[in-house]
């Protein structure tokens, strides 16, 4: 039977509603490995589109993918002074192997930094093997206290590309490359729109010289970090003694940049669009885009024969298609399954839909005004539906536009304003700063907002802050203050 318990309403407890809506949409759960989850299939799904859409912009681009071990030596984590203050809180360690004390201890890879770097400097001696565009598709570990499905959990599955260049502009140029790629398709195909630009000292990847990011702001007004790329000048480089042979013939340390994003944009993709009524995907990154159900009565041979026919034909036109023919659900039950699930449309097929030549079309999101359901006839059911499913991406991805814009303040000028926006609903609200990190920590504790980032060009406020937020000084950059997953 389905599971027809009403979920717990967003506005009533926006954590419980997350929570419940990820196992119940059968997204993930928990498993018996302490802060760590199963990723089922529905999830995995989902996933598997995002890692596709990300891999081809990747190669499209001239990166390649590599692989690299899991375990890593913990003398190499060691070497990075910042690094290892920035992950030694979160580094699970192997010191036994083969029923042995390990001469040395080998750290489940945080992040693969350190490895990637020593290997590259095996393979580079001259410019002419520059750059190293690399990326590889794994898991990572993260000792983390408290964990959420998919926004933090102690192992997650990630994209981390690390790349090498010749000089500190290639490098600064790949950074924002990434952060274009990453900002499309959480635009186009997630219909979740970031702000992006720089974090504060105190916010940067640990060992980076400077780090990009993208915030996305969730249903609830809190902000998601929903990926990063990190210039990281030459810090590991001279760590790893990754040295080429310039064109002049000097020796000399490359230039370094790495980037990523994971399973957290499955989280994201979630809160961004979820409903109470359950998961609302979008088309792009629905494991199933329209899912058939066939209303049986008495003779099912025509009707069904009718369903793999229609199924047939919408894959031709590049629509992903699931049939559910289960016997032992009533179609009532096998809509309110999908619903949850997020599928984009229903197609109904009757016998009397075989008697007019139509099928019946439910949107999983109805437009104001419009029928819940629409009888249509079928070669035009057919014929439209790739377009009916590029509409409801871009409706998605304008909803959460406005969503964003609307949650945004800006020309706060002290703590008071700051602090009553944001008890007020607000999600992202820019200030001036004055660069003391001092204030970063004041407004957290006051507030338990954290600075996201410096905007970008595009996102900064028309007139620039003059003052500091807190009434210290003068402004030497505008914030986004928001409370953040």
């Not at 001092?438 to 620039?464: H, N, W, Y």
Request: aromatic share 10%; net charge negative.
């Amino acid at each position: 039977m389905a599971d027809e318990k009403k979920l717990t309403s967003r506005s009533e407890d926006f954590s419980a509603w997350y929570n419940e809506l990820v196992q119940r949409a059968e997204l993930a759960d928990y498993s018996p490995t302490r802060g760590s989850m199963v990723i089922r299939p529905w999830g995995y799904g989902i996933w598997e589109l995002m890692q596709r859409a990300l891999d081809d912009m990747f190669k499209e681009t001239g990166h390649e993918n590599a692989y690299f071990p899991l375990l890593i030596p913990m003398s190499f984590i060691e070497r990075e002074k910042d690094h290892i203050e920035g992950f030694a809180p979160e580094l699970a360690v192997v010191t036994q192997g083969g029923g042995k004390e390990l001469e040395e201890p080998y750290a489940i890879r945080p992040t693969s930094e350190t490895i990637i770097y020593s290997m590259y400097a095996k393979w580079v001696q001259s410019y002419r093997d520059l750059p190293v565009l690399m990326n590889q598709w794994a898991n990572v570990m993260r000792w983390e206290m408290r964990t959420r499905l998919f926004l933090r959990t102690a192992e997650f599955l990630w994209q981390e590309g690390h790349t090498a260049h010749a000089t500190a502009d290639e490098a600064k140029e790949e950074t924002l490359l990434i952060l274009g790629i990453y900002r499309t398709f959480m635009e186009e195909w997630m219909g979740m729109p970031p702000l992006t630009g720089l974090k504060t000292e105190s916010e940067k990847f640990a060992g980076a010289v400077s780090t990009y990011t993208l915030e996305a702001l969730m249903q609830d007004n809190k902000a998601l970090q929903a990926g990063t790329s990190h210039f990281l000048g030459q810090n590991f480089a001279r760590q790893f003694d990754l040295k080429f042979q310039s064109e002049e013939g000097q020796e000399e340390y490359a230039w370094n940049t790495s980037w990523g994003v994971s399973t957290r944009l499955v989280g994201g993709l979630v809160m961004t669009h979820g409903d109470d009524d359950g998961l609302v995907l979008p088309p792009r990154l629905a494991p199933a885009q329209v899912v058939i159900v066939p209303i049986l009565r008495g003779d099912d041979g025509p009707v069904l024969e009718k369903v793999d026919e229609v199924a047939a034909r919408l894959k031709e036109a590049g629509v992903r298609v699931r049939i559910d023919a289960r016997e032992n659900l009533s179609p009532g039950a096998k809509y309110y399954e999908w619903e949850r699930k997020g599928v984009p449309y229903r197609v109904e097929i009757g016998p009397r839909d075989l008697e007019k030549g139509s099928v019946a079309l439910a949107r999983r999101l109805t437009p104001e005004g419009a029928k819940r359901k629409e009888f249509v006839p079928e070669d035009q059911a057919i014929a439209e539906m790739p377009g009916r499913l590029e509409a409801f991406q871009r409706e998605l991805g304008t909803a959460a536009l406005a969503r964003r814009d609307a949650a945004t303040v800006r020309g706060v000028e002290s703590l008071e304003e700051l602090e009553e926006a944001l008890d007020g609903g607000a999600g992202f609200v820019f200030t001036g700063w004055n660069g003391d990190p001092a204030v970063e920590t004041m407004v957290q504790e006051r507030t338990k907002a954290t600075p996201r980032l410096i905007p970008g060009d595009e996102f900064r406020s028309s007139e620039a802050p003059t003052k500091c937020v807190s009434g210290e000084g003068s402004s030497v950059a505008e914030v986004a203050w928001a409370r953040a997953y």
